[in-house]
Antibody
Framework: QVQLQESGPGLVKTSETLSLNCSVS????????WSWIRQAPGRGLEWIGY???????NYNPSLKSRVTMTLDMPKNQISLKVTSVIAADTAVYYC????????????????WGQGTLVTVSS | IVMTQSPLSLPVTPGEPASISCRSS???????????LDWYLQKPGQSPQLLIY???NRASGVPDRFRGSGSGTDFTLEISRVEAEDVGVYYC?????????FGQGTKLEIK
């Protein structure tokens, strides 16, 4: 059973870079999309972007200029960086595996990690 | 694509049915016949979990009291008989085109 675990600093200073990792256990990152999704306190869900196992990426235009996703196959890990953070970036950040009925399809996100809260403050 | 859910709050008596609507600003029906609409449930204190994918397919382990249906722009999640474990916030999500977007969420609570 695949499990995802996010990790990283819980507090980031305004204008600095937020860096998170997502460790995948119980399965390979091969053949799947790996997405980051965030949820500001008391708010709904916002898709940040995804990275395919081949390294191809697709980012939400609302964050595109500040976001970078990478993956480390040997470590079975996906990483997220968000530069120049502001208070509005305070959120619980989730990583999620994207897949579908056929390799290359993206029909669903499952499972999701438990999420990690990142607070941006000066 | 803007996703609009209703109602935003849904009090339900155990054993009674419940229905949540999700409307998209454009059709989620792709040329291959797939409808790129998922439903997720976020139980209190937990991360979201997949319930329904491609409009009407139940994810593994999801009870058959959950049913998803819909056309190109109008989708419905129905629970035939609500149980206490069904409380939480239900989100619809479109995966037709990026940026993928979610509905505002519908909070189901037990009366």
């Amino acid at each position: 059973q695949v499990q995802l675990q996010e990790s990283g600093p819980g507090l980031v200073k305004t204008s600095e870079t937020l860096s998170l990792n997502c460790s995948v256990s119980g399965g390979s990152i091969r053949n799947y999309y790996w997405s980051w999704i965030r949820q500001a306190p008391g708010r709904g869900l916002e898709w940040i972007g995804y990275i395919y196992y081949t390294g191809g990426t697709n980012y939400n235009p609302s964050l595109k200029s500040r976001v970078t996703m990478t993956l480390d196959m040997p470590k079975n890990q996906i990483s997220l960086k968000v530069t120049s953070v502001i208070a509005a970036d305070t959120a619980v950040y989730y990583c999620a595996r994207g897949g579908g009925a056929m390799p290359g399809n993206l029909d669903w996100f499952d499972p999701w990690g438990q999420g990690t809260l990142v607070t941006v403050s000066s | 694509i803007v996703m609009t859910q209703s109602p935003l709050s849904l009090p339900v008596t155990p054993g009674e049915p419940a229905s949540i609507s999700c409307r998209s600003s454009q059709s989620l029906l792709y040329s291959n016949g797939k409808k790129f609409l998922d439903w997720y449930l976020q139980k209190p204190g937990q991360s979201p979990q997949l319930l329904i994918y491609l409009g009407s397919n139940r994810a593994s382990g999801v009870p058959d009291r959950f049913r998803g249906s819909g056309s190109g722009t109008d989708f419905t999640l129905e629970i035939s008989r609500v149980e206490a474990e069904d409380v939480g916030v239900y989100y619809c999500m479109q995966l037709l085109q990026t940026p993928y977007t979610f509905g505002q969420g519908t909070k189901l609570e037990i009366k």
